[in-house]
Each structure stands twice: as C-alpha cells, then as structure tokens.
C-alpha cells in the first residue's frame, strides 16, 4: 500500500494500518519532514480552528486542558504519534506523486514518482492507493491581484509561504481577511507591531472561547485519570459542535443573536459591532473561534483595529479603500485564502483511460466511483477534520480485512445515473471563498446514501465502522491467482 501524504491524515492511516499489521506500506511525503499543513504554516500565531480533544487521533489521546493548540505542538503531536507507532520509518521524503496508472489485468496501481532533490524519476507499485493530502495546495495559496500593487513600497507576504526573515516589529502592518488565519494573525502581530489592522471585505461570525477547557482543569485537579478526561471532553465537545451547527441551520436567527451576543460583550462597546454582524446565516461560511477573545482585547486596547471596505488601489505607502480612505503600511498580509487541488496535483488513469475527478461521485466521501483500490480522506468542513479522517482509517482497514478474507484482489466502488449530482463533495451548505473556488476541483457527491456526504460524525460512524462492508455499490474482483499472489 502506498500513503500519499505525511501529514494529519496520512500518519493517522498509517498508524492504522502498523495496528492492523499484516500490510507492507510506505508513505510518500513531499516535504521534508511530517506534518503537512502543521509542517507548512508558519506564520506568528498559527493555531488548530478546532478544539483538540476532537483534533487528536482517538487512538492516540491528546492530553492537556488547551482547547485550541499553537501550530508547533500539533507538528510535534502528529510527529511524536508517528513514532510512538514505528511509521516515521516507513516516510520516504522529498518525493511528490506525479501520476497514478492503474492496471486492471494486475490489479496494481503503478504510481510516478519524482525525487525533489534529485529530479529523478522513480516508480512505486502498489495494491492499493490513499490519497491523504488534504484539499490544498501547497505550492500557493489564493492571492487576488491588487491594483497599484507594482506600486507599493512596502513588503506584501502570504502567510502559507511566511518568509522567516520577516520582523514586524514596530512596523505598521494590515492584514487582509477575515477568515481564521486573519484572526489568529492579527492579535499574535499586535504584540510587537506598531498597529495592526484587520481590513476586511465583509465580516465573519467569531466565536470567543476559553484558551483552557474548565471543566477538563477540574477534573484534572481532583485526579481523574487523564484518559477518562479526555474521553469526556471528547465526546462533549463533538457534542456542542453538532448541536451549534444543528441550531445554526435549524434556527438561524437564534444561532445568529447568540452569536453577535458573545461579540458584543467582548467588544464592550469600544468597537462597532457591525464589523462583526456578517450578512449570512451562521454556517453558510466556517465559524471563527478565538481563545479567550484575544483578537478583541487588542481591539479594546486600541493596538489593533479593524475596516469592512473595499481596497480601491494599492499606493507607495500602503491601501486606499473605495471610501477614500487611506490605511498606511509597511507590511501587507494577504489572508485570502487558499487554493485547492485533490490528489496533491497528481493524474490518475484507470486502464489508459484518464480521470476526471470533478466527473466522479464518492462513495461514503472517500472511494471515487469508477477508481479500483483507491481511498481519498477529507475530513469535515462543519466539525474537526480527524473526526472524519479517524473514521475513514477504520474503515479502510475493514475494507482490507474484508477483502483479504475473500481473497479479493480489487474492490470499486459503481454508482447509477440516478445516485450523480452537480453538487461537490464538499456540499452545498457552504459558501465559503474556498469552497466555491474548489467546485471545478472536487469530485462529486450523490443524490443517496452511500453516495451522499453526510458531514455528521454519529451517522457517519454507524455507516463506516458498524454497517456491513460488502453492499450494493461495491464490486469485489475475482480471487488473486497463483501468479498474482507470487508478487503480492
């Protein structure tokens, strides 16, 4: 088996599989080190959006009271799991998946590979194919054309390639954007920058919540096992999480004054609420969340702030907006998004025959209809990513158990006219920059179960780890013939 990707997902496959034994794998990382988007972002701040008890691997609790964790020690989480499960030995680095070629009279995947370093070209055979790379790409992130931008005299930098010889101090910066790395930006900056603004087209729903989880921290201190406190706190927060999204589509206009409330006794008065009064429902963008409201104490205190307008034109000392205003600056940030791609760039063909992802429908958001041996993880985009990628493990290693009981050399997954939408797998709910940018990218999803993407764990976890593997929708290969099993 071979894993594409050495980040979140990709070492929990990995792990998954050391546990299960029985199957040869490697993981093929492009960068230099495990981590994936935790070994990529290093801009000042960078933190998890998601509360970690739900972040973290099940079968590997993180133990702590933090509800959100900095950047660094997820890098260092995920790398300390890799070796606590003896798979950072089987990490091959520095190598980027170029093409996958299946081979239907093998029943093989017979993957092109590049050696960064070198430039060489290498070919990795396999049974079995994961794609774990997430839904980004790494090579850039979503970056508009400003005009007046040749103009500007000052530094302009992208926080997914945040250049290490950047010192903001003192410096009079503005970032752009509103979503979760402009709000993780703006507060860290601020502590050594002049002033810091947040210049924003339109503003986002934030949610303000407490830097260490109370409840865990007493638990703690009277001496509850920490593995009883995490199981806890878990299964709590996955909880508050469906019920907040729940109440969001099922009662927006409660979700949205709960919401503008908690913003409004952060921001005490000393700032307009209306930068924080976005004109959608909650969850029609990713909510925003803010460890103990640290982006509205330094708007408070005045060393950040924060504009809803339009840039009309760059200048040699910073932004004009379409109001006239001018904001000056030395440093411009360009928190606008990211750019997405599936299979890390990769082209897949099946039998000569070249696949379109955005035309295939997932079964159960992880096997693309019509593609042999192959699994994708995408995690949630309504809840914390491992939920759904700790899901997607057990079942792939069902899905091996399955097969290697039968003798099956091969499993596809085949959909009907009737189960293919237009709607991508990331669904319609959101309409979030990214999501809307990915439509041409991401494969589809469908009309019915398996093919429709839930996006709820509970339901999900009765489907992936309790319902029967074999169903209609699966076709299994004949038993691997003497020949085949000699180079198995």
Known sequence: MLVVGAGLSGIGVACRLARRGGTRFVVLERRQAIGGTWDLFRYPGVRSDSDMYSFG?????????????SGESIRQYVQDTARAFGVDEHVRFGRRVVAARWAGAEARWRVEVVDEATGAKQEWVCRFLVGATGYYDYDGGHRPEFPGEADYTGRVVHPQQWPADLDHTGKRVVVIGSGATAITLVPAMAAQAAHVTMLQRSPTYVMPVPAVDPVSSRLARVGVPARTVHR?????????????????????????????????????GRVDLRHFTPSYAPWDERLCVVPSGDLFAVLRQGRASVVTDVIDTFTPTGVR?????????????????????????????????????????????????????????LGYTNASWTLKADLVSDYLCRLLDHMDEHGHAQVVAVADDADRSDVSALGDALRSGYVQRADGVMPR????????????????????????????????????????????
């Open 57 to 69: 691997y099940a079968f590997r609790p993180w133990h702590g009271t933090d509800v959100l964790a």
């Open 232 to 268: 806890l706190g878990r299964s709590r927060n996955v909880l508050l999480q469906r019920a907040l999204y729940d109440l969001s589509k099922k009662a927006p206009a409660v979700a949205r004054a709960l919401l503008l409330a908690g913003v409004r006794l952060q921001l005490r």
């Open 321 to 377: 907006l379409a109001s006239g205003q001018e904001i000056e600056a030395d440093v411009v940030v360009t928190a606008t998004g990211l750019r997405v791609q599936m299979l890390g760039g990769a082209r897949l063909e099946v039998d000569g025959e070249p696949v379109r992802v955005p035309e295939r429908v997932l079964y159960k958001g992880m096997l693309l209809d019509g593609v042999p041996n192959a699994l994708v993880v």
């Open 445 to 488: 999803q469908g009309t019915r179960a398996p093919w429709r993407v839930l996006d709820h764990y509970y339901r999900d976890r009765r489907a992936l780890r309790r319902d029967p593997v074999a169903d209609d929708a699966l076709r299994f290969g004949a038993a691997l013939d003497d020949a085949v099993r000699a180079t198995a």
